[in-house]
T-cell receptor, first 111, second 115 residues
Framework: QKEVEQNSGPLSVPEGAIASLNCTYS??????FFWYRQYSGKSPELIMS????GDKEDGRFTAQLNKASQYVSLLIRDSQPSDSATYLC???????????FGKGTTLSVSS | DVKVTQSSRYLVKRTGEKVFLECVQD?????MFWYRQDPGLGLRLIYF???????EKGDIPEGYSVSREKKERFSLILESASTNQTSMYLC??????????????FGPGTRLTVT
């Protein structure tokens, strides 16, 4: 059974702090990794994709991938109350077509 | 910008009714997906399609069928709605498998209530 594991949280950080969200996956053949943000009652919104080992930065967001450890993370710098949401980690399956989603980590940023 | 639209944001149906959920994407994507999302269970894949008239079962296809007659449109059909199909239904689309940037984009979702 292919799995993507995330800590459900809630993860609480003060405004301006760095939020660190983590994800592990079981399928060693996975090649594509994604982070989605989902506000309550809304659909998931793609915020980061990463395909090779290392770091990828986009504004306040940094995705980190370590395929050897089967680990992907998302760092949010200078966290804002508007970052409060559930963050879903997704990994493609070995066939490459479907994504396997974690159940999400709820982030709460307090002002 | 990728745009995925779904026919209804909210829908209330009675047990036993046949229900159609429509999804349209404007990015010429080959792949389209239907998920349902329930508290504590996360996103679960119902069906997906990688081409017109092609379909593949996902993790929970029972009680559902799909139709893809045109590339931009993917329909989810609940043959006989039951209360345990009350859920948020999400449609997504993506470029073909093997694309350099293989990213799925979601529609706004349809919250279906079956009474």
């Amino acid at each position: 059974q292919k799995e993507v594991e995330q800590n459900s949280g809630p993860l609480s950080v003060p405004e301006g702090a760095i939020a660190s969200l983590n994800c592990t996956y079981s399928d060693r053949g996975s090649q594509s990794f994604f982070w989605y943000r989902q506000y309550s009652g809304k659909s998931p919104e793609l915020i980061m994709s990463i395909y090779s080992n290392g770091d990828k930065e986009d504004g306040r967001f940094t995705a980190q991938l370590n395929k050897a450890s089967q680990y992907v993370s998302l760092l949010i710098r200078d966290s804002q109350p508007s970052d409060s949401a559930t963050y879903l980690c997704a990994v493609n399956d070995q066939a490459g077509t479907a994504l396997i989603f974690g159940k999400g980590t709820t982030l709460s940023v307090s002002s | 910008d990728v745009k995925v639209t779904q026919s209804s944001r909210y829908l209330v149906k009675r047990t036993g009714e046949k229900v159609f959920l429509e999804c349209v994407q404007d990015m010429d994507h080959e792949n389209m997906f239907w998920y349902r999302q329930d508290p504590g269970l996360g996103l679960r894949l119902i069906y997906f399609s990688y081409d017109v008239k092609m379909k593949e079962k996902g993790d929970i296809p029972e009680g559902y069928s799909v139709s893809r007659e045109k590339k931009e449109r993917f329909s989810l059909i609940l043959e006989s709605a039951s209360t345990n199909q009350t859920s948020m239904y999400l449609c997504a689309s993506s470029p073909p498998t093997g694309s350099v940037l293989y990213e799925q984009y979601f529609g706004p979702g349809t919250r279906l209530t079956v009474t």
